[in-house]
C-alpha cells in the first residue's frame, strides 16, 4: 500500500468513529437513467451532483436548503483555499448512502477525496436537517478541497491533526462561528494541546490566523504540496515557534475565560 493511500484510509478512519457496512444503492442508477432525485447545480468552479435516491424524502429539502448553501460554500472555499497549481475538481458528488451500523454511533457524513465524493448517511440526516447536516458536510467538503492525499503525501507532511484540525476549523470558525463550536476549549485552557486534533486545533487555527492573517491560506497550501514541516512551518510563516504560538493561544484563551467569569458575576 502506498503512503498516500495508507494517508487516505487513515483519513477514512479518523472521520468515523465505527466503520459502517455501506449500501451503495445510488450505484445502481446508471447513466441514462432519467432520475429526479438525482440533479446538478452548476457553479462558478465546479458542478455539484446531488443524489437522493436513497431518500426521496430528502429531496425538497436538498433542493431548497442544502444545494443553495453549499454551492455559495463551495465557491467561498475555492477561494479561501487557493493555492498556486490547485484547481477544484470539476464536479463533486453529494451521495445520501443507507448505512446498516453495528452499533448507533458513527460518523454522520464522510469524505471519498480521491473521488471528489461526500457520503451522507440518511438516517443520521433526516434526524438533523436543522441541527448539524449542513455543518458536517462542510467539513467533509472541505476533506474533497483539500486534495492532501496525493504521491508523496505521508505523517509528517500532511498529519492527520492538521487536515482535521483544518476541515474543523473551516466548518467552526469561518461556516458556523455562531455555533462556538470550539468554545469549550476556554473552559479549560491548560488542558489542550494545539495539535490535539479537530476542534482544538481549529481553535488554535482560528488564533493563529487572527493574529497572523494569511497563515491558514499558507497552511493549506503546505499540506497539499507536501511542504509542510511542523517544526518550521510556524517559525518561518509567524516568526514563532509552534510551542510559542501555543503559550500565547492558552495565555488569550485564559484571558477570554476570566474575562467572560468576570461578565457572568
Ligand atoms: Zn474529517
Not at 432525485?37 to 462558478?44: D, I, L, M, R
Not at 474543523?168 to 486534533?197: Q, T
Request: charged letters at 30%.
Amino acid at each position: 500500500m502506498k503512503n498516500y493511500d495508507r494517508n487516505w484510509l487513515m483519513l477514512m478512519m479518523a472521520c468515523f468513529f465505527v466503520l459502517p457496512t455501506i449500501s451503495l444503492h445510488a450505484a445502481e442508477n446508471g447513466k441514462g437513467n432519467s432520475n429526479s432525485n438525482k440533479f446538478e447545480v452548476a457553479t462558478s468552479v465546479s458542478k455539484l451532483v446531488f443524489d437522493t435516491s436513497n431518500a426521496p424524502d430528502l429531496n425538497k429539502w436538498t433542493k431548497e436548503k442544502f444545494a443553495p448553501a453549499i454551492k455559495e460554500w463551495v465557491v467561498k472555499l475555492t477561494d479561501v483555499m487557493a493555492s498556486d497549481g490547485w484547481k477544484p475538481p470539476k464536479k463533486i458528488n453529494f451521495q445520501f448512502v443507507v448505512v446498516k451500523l453495528k452499533s448507533a454511533d458513527g460518523a454522520p457524513a464522510w469524505a471519498l477525496p480521491s473521488e471528489n465524493q461526500v457520503c451522507l448517511r440518511v438516517d443520521w440526516f433526516r434526524e438533523n436537517l436543522d441541527g448539524e447536516a449542513l455543518g458536517s458536510t462542510i467539513h467533509e467538503l472541505t476533506h474533497v478541497l483539500q486534495n492532501y492525499w496525493t504521491e508523496g503525501c505521508d505523517e509528517k507532511n500532511c498529519p492527520e491533526w492538521a487536515s482535521e484540525g483544518y476541515a474543523d476549523y473551516i466548518r467552526w470558525v469561518l461556516f458556523e462561528p455562531e455555533s462556538k463550536g470550539c468554545d469549550f476549549v476556554l473552559r479549560e485552557p491548560e488542558k489542550y494541546h494545539y495539535n490535539d486534533s479537530y476542534r482544538v486545533t481549529a481553535h488554535f487555527f482560528g488564533f493563529v490566523e487572527s493574529r497572523f492573517p494569511g497563515t491558514m491560506k499558507k497552511l493549506n497550501a503546505a499540506l497539499r504540496d507536501h511542504s509542510f514541516d511542523d517544526g518550521k512551518f510556524w517559525k518561518k510563516t509567524t516568526g514563532k515557534t509552534a510551542k510559542e504560538l501555543e503559550a500565547d493561544w492558552r495565555a488569550a484563551n485564559k484571558e477570554a475565560a476570566a474575562k467572560s467569569k468576570a461578565k457572568a458575576e
